[in-house]
């Protein structure tokens, strides 16, 4: 079982970057695949962005348009967004998912365990 708890939430300017990091537990990590989903008040789920076991694979959603990058480390357990050129849009709570298997998915129901999720606030 794995378990998520994610970090590096919090406010920051128009044009500000972030990075959130995604802790988890359990065993055999590498054989999930690893996403960030974000939901904004009221609009539903969105996927970010995913990266599968090997790390060498990466999936963005449209909207990123280069701005983040996905990065995971086995050895710790950990996956990575670094999130630049942050926009007000991009204010939401970001979730950390994951899913055992080798297909990198975009919907939410493909991703088993889910951690509690980040807020990410961008100010004008």
């Known amino acids: 079982q794995v378990q998520l708890v994610e970090s590096g939430g919090g406010l920051v300017q128009t044009g500000g970057s972030l990075t959130l990091s995604c802790a988890a537990s359990g065993r055999s990590f590498s054989n999930y695949i690893m996403a960030w989903f974000r939901q904004a008040p009221g609009m539903e789920r969105e996927f970010v962005a995913a990266?599968?076991?090997?790390?060498?694979?990466?999936l963005y959603g449209d909207f990123v348009r280069g701005r983040f990058t996905i990065s995971r480390d086995n050895a710790k357990n950990t996956v990575h967004v670094q999130m630049n050129s942050l926009q007000h849009e991009d204010r939401a709570v970001y979730s950390c998912?994951?899913?055992?298997?080798?297909?990198?998915?975009?919907?939410?129901?493909?991703?088993?365990?889910w951690g509690q999720g980040t807020q990410v606030t961008v100010s004008s």
């Open positions: 998912t994951a899913r055992r298997s080798q297909a990198i998915a975009m919907t939410p129901p493909l991703y088993d365990k």
């Open positions: 990266i599968n076991g090997a790390g060498d694979s990466t």
